[in-house]
Structure formats: structure tokens, C-alpha cells
């Protein structure tokens, strides 16, 4: 066995032996230079390099070199520093392609959405320029790495060199700060976005504080809503009532012909008398993990976290404790958490030929038997569809292909081939297609009405950005994120008889249509419609409160 003295010079393709240092030098240069387009590109768009300041971004780059090369310096050991490097080059290659092509910024949200997904909406996100990055970015600088020799020198020795690396980034580190630190605080508190955009550190901070998070699991789940009961206007009413809550996804408010938006993007929705149009709703957040949980959960986006309502009980174990049958029906990733304690179906895999290709359904199989379940409703129930709705990058593959109305469309997840244009043509007919759906829900709804009391309310998990800024798709931290992703529509439609049973004043509610609400407001308010007591119930935060008829 060769000693660390003996080791070959070069290897058999010619490339010459490297010290660690060199390696992890190279290593850091080529992350900064060729995977850190966006945080430069953003970087110098709010700093805008002219004589003033040119010695601050030189001093942004060095700084960032030192600080780097010290961490892998830590690392730099045999058996350790090849593995690390392949890992963190190959992981590197797949977030300098999302943050490319799509404009998305790296947090812990992000990554749980990557994490959470499901294989269908995966699979959309596989291209062939994925693949290019991935070789280019990651496996080839892998395979250079693992056939460049590196010249070990003998534990003592070795020790001694990387102590004196160490040293030198710490001195380099010291002095930029010390020369920079009110500028770098500066641009840091004003431009926050640039920590989400700089790799690897904005990955590898997301993924530790994601399993940290994971890993604080309360001992038991916290119940509440524990003393919720029905009203006593219950005990008059004489028909059963079906209260439907459809969870939207990916919509945008702007993109509603309903709000005015130039294109006929709601003309289905247009002709329901006595729909009621909330055009100033907000999202709790910008990512479904986040907005769906929220929005059940009753806490309001100012004291929500996941973490929070991961082991929490949610606005349908409330409704189900008072006596209400609940079911959810999910046509996409799942309910994350929301639906767990209640009867819950999820037919993306169903088998209904006309609406469902093997690898999804279009969201009109959500209606599936709801007919024969208004003719045989026995209990009084909440039922929650949650829709796959404007989901990207595959906008092409959410409506049936009448309704392409709005051409030309975007054919490929890979939405860089196309034109913004195309982009928006594909996400409005997506939106043409949930016109339709609700439409047809409320039109089942209204065809029942003689016999069953019913209600719908529709509300988008959050919105999307279709190349305005050069974001695409969602995901974009809240404080940071444009409010395409977080301005969403809300609809809502009452039976006729519902609206005497339960109170509801639309003509109230039409009136208060532009004032702003939120997903904050759903807990409260559908405690409030279905007159369920509890003392979760903040009256302040229901909708319906002011346009309750006793």
C-alpha cells in the first residue's frame, strides 16, 4: 500500500496531482462563479457596479471565497473530501437549474415543497435541461475530481497546512468586515432575497433547519375546539345541508375576468346568479405546505408554522367533534396533514377513463357522484375538495383540450422554450377550466336545492408568478414574494334555502365584496356560518358576522 509520500503525480489521463487546498480552492471558485448566476445577477442589479462601489463587490466575492473555502478546508481530509464535494456538486447542479430556470429562491419552504411532492408533479419537472446542468454543473466536475490525484501529506504536516489555510481565510475574513460590515449590513437588511439565492449555503441552511424542525415532535397531538357543540338553531332545521369548501390551487385574483381582468377567464362563473366575489383575499402563504394548513388551522399567518400544526388538531376535527360529517376529497399531493383525523379520498388515481389519464385527473373527477350523494344525504356535512387547479410548470396538462381557448399555448414544463406570452395563454386556460368546475359544482348544487341546503366556498391556496421579474411558479418567501403569489380569488354561492336556515345575508356580503380578507378568516367564519360554538371562535375574524340575519 502506497504512503502518503508515494503517491502518484499524476494519473493516467494526464492531469496533474493537486493538494487539498488547491482542490477545495477549485471547488469554491467554480460554485461562486458558474452555480451563483442569479445571486449575482441580483446582486448587481441592486448594487450596479460603477467607481464607487466596485471595490465592495470585489470585496462581496472575496469575502464569500474565504468564508467558503474555510468550511471545506474543515472538511479536507482523505475518505471525506471526495464524498463531500460529489454530494454537494451534484446537489448544487439540481438548485442552480430551478433557480435558473424558474427565478425560485431557496428557504426552507422551498425545500419542503421539493421534499413533500408527490411523482406525478416531479415528473413534470424533469427535462432535458435539468439533465444538462445536472452533467455540466455536477457530474462532470465529479468525475474530474475523483481522477485528479491529491497529494496527501502526513497527518502532522497536513494539520499544520490546513491550520495555516484557516488562518489566513480568518485574517482575509476580519478584514473585508471590517472594511465592508456597513455596507454588507446594509444591502443584507435591505436585500434579503440575495441569502436565499446564494448556494450552496441557502440549500444547506434550508435542509438543517427543515429536519430540526421535523424532529420536534410533541409528545402528544394538541386537541382543540374540545368543547364545540352545534347551535341551537339546529334543532328547527328540517333539511339536511352540504356545506362544500374548495381549496384552489395556483389561482391568481388578477388573472379573474370576475376582477376584472381583460380576457373571459370566468364566463361560466358570470352567468351563477347570486355569486358572491371576494376580490381583495390574501393567502397565509406562497406554497400549498404552508396556505392549506394555514388556512385550517385558526392560528392566522402571523402565528402560524408548520411546525405548529403538524401535530394539531384543524378546523375539521372541530366541525367533525360538533356533529358534522366531514370528508375530504383531494385531487392533488395530498391534504398535508389537514384532513388526517377525518374520511379522506384521494383520486388522482382514479379510474374514470374520461377524466383521468393514468398519471392524473382533471379536477372535474372531484365531482364524481356528488349527485347521488345529495340524493342520499343523511347527516348535515362539510365536504372539502382540493383541487389540482393552475398547478405548474405543466399548466398544458390541467383541462381538457377544449378548453385550449387562449393561443398559442406552452406545450413543455421546460417554460424557458417559451414565450411569456405562451406562458400566460397556458395559465388562463387553466383557469378557464376551474371556472367550469365550480360552475358545474354549482350547478349541482343548485339542482338539489329543492331538497338539501347548500353552500359553496372557493378560495385559492395561493397565486403564481408567470415571468414578471423573471419569477416563475411560487414559492417565494412572504416578506419578499410579489403579491401574484399571494393575491388569490374567493367565490362564494348559497341555496336559497340555505341562506334562510343559516342566516346569510348576500346581499350584505355583496356589499363588503372589495373589503379585504383573508385565509385567516375561513376558521372563524365557517364556525360562524355553521353556527358551531366553541371558544376558538374569534367573531372578529368571521366573514359572516355582520350579514347574519337571526
Not at 382540493?386 to 405543466?394: I, K, L, N, R, Y
Not at 387562449?406 to 377550466?433: G, H
Not at 343548485?446 to 414578471?468: K, N, Q
Request: charged share 20%.
Amino acid at each position: 500500500m502506497l504512503s502518503h509520500a508515494a503517491l502518484p503525480r499524476s494519473s493516467q489521463f494526464g492531469l496533474p496531482a493537486l493538494r487539498p487546498e488547491w482542490i477545495t480552492l477549485g471547488a469554491v471558485l467554480f460554485l461562486l462563479v458558474f452555480c451563483n448566476v442569479p445571486f449575482w445577477g441580483r446582486l448587481l442589479a441592486v448594487q450596479p457596479p460603477n467607481a464607487s462601489n466596485m471595490l465592495g463587490l470585489v470585496a462581496v466575492f472575496t469575502f464569500l471565497l474565504a468564508a467558503l473555502n474555510l468550511l471545506l478546508t474543515l472538511l479536507a481530509w482523505p475518505f471525506v473530501l471526495r464524498p463531500v464535494l460529489t454530494v454537494l456538486l451534484i446537489a448544487t447542479s439540481f438548485v442552480a437549474y430551478f433557480m435558473n430556470q424558474y427565478g425560485v429562491m431557496i428557504d426552507v419552504g422551498m425545500l419542503r415543497n421539493a421534499l413533500e411532492t408527490d411523482v406525478a408533479e416531479t415528473r413534470d419537472l424533469l427535462t432535458l435541461k435539468m439533465a444538462g446542468y445536472v452533467l455540466l454543473l455536477g457530474a462532470l466536475p465529479v468525475w474530474l475530481l475523483w481522477r485528479v490525484p491529491i497529494r496527501w501529506r502526513p497527518a502532522r504536516r497536513e494539520v499544520l497546512r490546513k491550520s495555516a489555510v484557516i488562518a489566513v481565510s480568518l485574517a482575509v475574513l476580519a478584514m473585508v468586515a471590517f472594511a465592508y460590515f456597513q455596507t454588507f449590513a446594509s444591502v443584507a437588511r435591505n436585500h434579503r432575497e440575495l441569502r436565499f439565492l446564494l448556494t450552496p449555503v441557502n440549500y444547506l441552511q434550508a435542509t438543517s433547519s427543515y429536519f430540526k424542525r421535523l424532529n420536534t415532535k410533541p409528545a402528544t397531538l394538541e386537541k382543540i375546539g374540545t368543547d364545540a357543540r352545534l347551535g341551537a338553531a339546529w334543532a328547527q332545521r328540517t333539511r339536511k345541508s352540504l356545506t362544500v369548501i374548495v381549496v384552489g390551487e395556483t389561482a391568481r385574483a388578477d388573472h379573474f375576468s370576475l376582477n376584472g381582468y381583460a380576457r373571459e377567464t370566468n364566463p361560466a362563473l358570470a352567468k351563477q346568479p347570486g355569486l358572491i366575489n371576494m376580490s381583495n383575499a390574501w393567502s397565509c402563504g406562497t406554497e400549498t405546505a404552508v396556505s392549506v394548513p394555514c388556512m385550517f388551522s385558526g392560528l392566522g399567518r402571523d402565528n402560524f408554522s408548520r411546525e405548529k400544526t403538524q401535530y394539531r388538531e384543524s378546523l375539521l376535527d372541530v366541525l367533525q367533534r360538533a356533529g358534522l360529517a366531514v370528508q375530504w376529497r383531494d385531487n392533488q399531493s395530498g391534504c398535508k396533514g389537514v384532513c388526517d383525523r377525518v374520511p379522506n379520498e384521494n383520486l388522482k388515481d382514479s379510474k374514470a377513463a374520461d377524466l383521468c389519464s393514468g398519471e392524473e385527473c382533471f379536477d372535474e373527477v372531484l365531482l364524481s357522484g356528488l349527485p347521488e350523494k345529495l340524493d342520499k344525504l343523511d347527516r348535515d356535512t362539510v365536504l372539502v375538495l382540493h383541487m389540482m387547479g393552475s398547478h405548474g410548470p405543466a399548466y398544458y396538462k390541467r383541462h381538457p383540450d377544449r378548453f385550449e381557448v387562449f393561443l398559442p399555448t406552452c406545450k413543455t414544463s421546460q417554460l424557458d422554450r417559451c414565450s411569456q406570452q405562451e406562458i400566460v395563454n397556458s395559465f388562463d386556460n387553466t383557469l378557464r377550466y376551474t371556472d367550469f368546475v365550480l360552475a358545474k359544482l354549482v350547478g349541482i348544487l343548485r339542482e338539489h336545492a329543492d331538497t338539501v341546503d347548500s353552500a359553496m366556498i372557493y378560495m385559492s391556496d395561493h397565486g403564481e408568478s408567470l415571468g414578471e421579474h423573471n419569477l416563475y411558479l411560487h414559492g417565494t418567501p412572504y416578506m419578499i414574494a410579489p403579491d401574484t403569489q399571494k393575491h388569490v380569488p374567493m367565490l362564494m354561492w348559497f341555496s336559497e334555502g340555505y341562506q334562510r336556515d343559516f342566516g346569510v345575508d348576500t346581499a350584505c356580503l355583496a356589499q363588503n365584496q372589495t373589503k379585504p380578507v383573508s385565509h385567516d378568516n375561513l376558521f372563524h367564519s365557517t364556525l360562524g356560518l355553521l353556527d358551531v360554538a366553541t371558544t376558538q371562535y374569534d367573531a372578529k375574524q368571521d366573514l359572516f358576522k355582520t350579514c347574519r340575519r337571526s
